[in-house]
């Protein structure tokens, strides 16, 4: 049987908020605006995620159009969702980056494959045994939307090649 339009159901969204004073109030606005119910969050400011923002989690009560509403809100106002629900991002895969990572803008890089694909990175690991300037390697924890493991590789693949980096791709699929 089909909820109801007006059915209220328990959401979870996950954020990742530059750590700038307000940037919380903003993040939470939609919540507000479109009538949902705030439950909890969860502001981990003592930890920040790959690309150096503070991780968030949001649980809130709203109709399912009320929670669409609110997802097209924060990602319209510029607010990087990580996660709303279980099926926006429910595959994942692992991959490695070898080469002058540091040199060639690792920020650059994650920024890339945030913006190319139906991805995000949510962990990374950086190893330069003998210094930045040398060959490092970065592996690489992405959730992609489902059905987006193939276009977030190609994405992947083109910034390798620009950058002159060697991908080593998947080590794992799915669950991690």
Known sequence: MKDDENTVNAYMIRLELVD?????????????????NLLSIFHERGSVTPRGHIPVEVDLEATESQYEAIV???QNGGIN??????ERYSESLVCVLSGHIVDTDLSDTLSQIQDGSNATVTDLSLSAPQG?????????????????VSET??????????KDLHLI???????L
């Open 20 to 36: 700038e004073p307000g940037e919380l109030l903003r993040s939470l606005r939609p919540i507000s605006e479109n009538g949902a």
């Open 72 to 74: 097209a809100d924060l």
């Open 81 to 86: 969702v990580i996660q709303a629900g279980e």
């Open 132 to 148: 930045t300037r040398n060959t490092s390697s970065a592996r690489l924890r992405l959730a992609v939307e489902e059905g987006g």
């Open 153 to 162: 590789l190609e994405t992947i693949r083109g910034i390798a090649d620009a």
């Open 169 to 175: 791709e998947p080590l794992t699929r799915g669950e």
